[in-house]
C-alpha cells in the first residue's frame, strides 16, 4: 500500500470511526448524555432566575407602590416615582460624583502599579498582589471603623473627599486585579520595539500600552464604578449630614419610616442607572468585551 493510499484509508478509518463512535453509542449512554444536557440548561436557567428575580421585584414593586407584587397590571402607575424627596435626588447624585472619581482615582492607581507589577517581573509580585487584596479580607465595619478613626482628625469624615478617599480604598483591589489581568495580555515586544525606536518607557506605556488597555480599561471601570455606587457599609461610619450616599439615605429612612414607596422607587433607579452605564459601555467597546473576552485575549 502506497503512502497516499494509506493516509486515505486512515481518514476513512478516523472518519468511520468518528461517526461511528457517536451514532452507535448504546443507548443507556445516548440517554446519559440527554438527561445531562437538561440538567446543565435547567441549572443554568435557575441560576439566571435566581439573579434576576430580586431585580425584577424591586423594578415591579416600584410601579406597584408597595413590596406586595401583585400580577395585575392595573394598579400599576409612576406615584412612587413623582413621590421621591429631594434629599433622594441630592444623595444619589452626590453618590454618582463620588463614585465616579473614585473610580477615576482607583484606575489612575492601579494602572501603574500593575505595570509595575508585571513589567518588573518582581519575586514579590505575589506577596504585593495579595496584600492589595486585604481591604477585601478584612470585613467592611473593620474597615468602616478604621477609616473613621482615620478620617476625624483629618477632617475628612462628613465630607466628599472622605467619601472619596474610602471608596478609592475600597475599589483599589478590584481595579488591580483587572488591571493586572489585562497588562499581562499585552505582549511586552510591543514596549520593547517603541522603546527601540527612542521611546521612553512612560511614552510606550502612554502611547501603546493604554490604547490596547482601553477596551478593557472600560469594562474594569464599569465594575469599579458599579461597586462603589452600592457601596453601604463602608460609608455607614464616614457619611454625614453634609456627605450622604444614597445607600446610607435608603437605610435610614427605612429603618425610621419603614419601606416606602418612595424608597423602592430610588432602588429600582439604581438599578435603570446600572444596566444604563452597562449598556453605555456595551454600545462604546462591544458586546464581546462584556463577555470576558478582553480578559483572556493575549495579544
Known sequence: MTGGEFQESGKAFGGSRGTRTRANLPGRFRTGIRIGRIALTAY????LALLALPIVLVVVASFQGGMEVASRPDGWSLSAYEAIPTNYWDALWFTIRSAF????????????AAWGLVRGNLRERRFVSALVLLPDAVPSITLGIALLALFVPLGLSNSFAGI????????LAMALRFTEALM???????????????????????????PLLAPGLAIAALFVFVHNLVTFELLLFIAGPRATPISVQLFSDIVDR???????????ILVYVGIAFHTLVAMTVGARYLAGSAMARKG
Open 258 to 268: 419603614g419601606v416606602l414607596p418612595q424608597a423602592i422607587a430610588m432602588s429600582a
Open 44 to 47: 443554568v436557567l435557575l441560576m
Open 184 to 210: 499581562g495580555g499585552v505582549p511586552e515586544e510591543l514596549e520593547q520595539a517603541a522603546v527601540t525606536m527612542g521611546a521612553s518607557r512612560v511614552t510606550a506605556l502612554t502611547t501603546v500600552v493604554l
Open 101 to 112: 472619581w473614585a473610580t477615576i482615582c482607583a484606575l489612575v492607581l492601579a494602572v501603574p
Open 164 to 171: 472619596t478617599v474610602a471608596l478609592t480604598v475600597i475599589s
